[in-house]
């Protein structure tokens, strides 16, 4: 059976709202419940409508893309956020994946991979795009050091995590417990300082 992920859309263009969200109708298991037009609007959505994926623009009026996510957190809403921006801005990438989001992608990027993005996001995965993912580890590489090598069973893990890969896809493919997947995650984050998956993979991009 075809399980639906519900997508609430936020950007202040209403023309790029319309247009993803015909897009985005053209696949079956995907259905646009809510759109809003800041994120004062999305979170007033959120409380009227079950959403499993926000799109969220991070440069919005009144209430922006990274307060909106900060309020998600803290308000225990479950649900999971991709952010993206016409501009490659390096503190908002930063900010956007360490307060949790699923992934972060550039307005410019085919609208294929932001349907990949929503579905690797309904089932904990991570998407960011090279770029981003380039310009953060630079970023952050400044204050890290990395493990030259590491335990087989780690490399393996964040390997798939590289592919955008759920916990639960990861146990599967390697045959192994859930309990170790999370383990060799929370393991992979410590040596890496990273405060989220996606900025684990961001980080460790290239290694």
């Not at 997508?7 to 247009?19: H, M």
């Not at 639960?168 to 300082?193: G, N, P, Q, T």
Request: some cysteine.
């Amino acid at each position: 059976m075809l399980e639906i992920i519900r997508v609430l859309i936020a950007d202040d263009e209403l023309f790029f709202i319309e247009t993803l969200e015909e897009y985005l109708s053209a696949f079956e298991e995907i259905v646009v419940v809510a759109t809003a037009r800041n994120g004062a609007q999305a979170l007033e959505r959120l409380s009227e409508n079950s959403v499993d994926v926000v799109l969220c623009d991070v440069r919005m009026p009144i209430v922006d893309g990274i307060e909106f996510s900060k309020a998600v957190l803290e308000r225990g809403i479950n649900c999971k956020i991709i952010a993206w921006t016409s501009f490659n801005d390096d503190r908002a990438v930063l900010e956007m994946i360490r307060l949790g989001a699923s992934g972060f992608l550039l307005k410019s990027s085919e609208p294929s991979k932001i349907v990949e993005a929503i579905r690797k996001a309904s089932i904990g995965g991570t998407t960011i795009d090279a770029l981003s993912a380039t310009k953060l580890r630079k970023y952050l590489g400044r204050f890290l050091s990395y493990p030259e090598e590491l335990p087989r069973r780690e490399r393996d893990v964040l390997d798939l995590l590289h592919l955008g890969k759920s916990n639960d896809a990861i146990s599967k493919e390697l045959d192994i417990s859930m309990v170790a997947v999370k383990k060799a995650v929370r393991r992979l984050m410590e040596r890496y300082c990273a405060s989220s998956r996606l900025e684990l993979v961001a980080v460790t991009r290239n290694l």
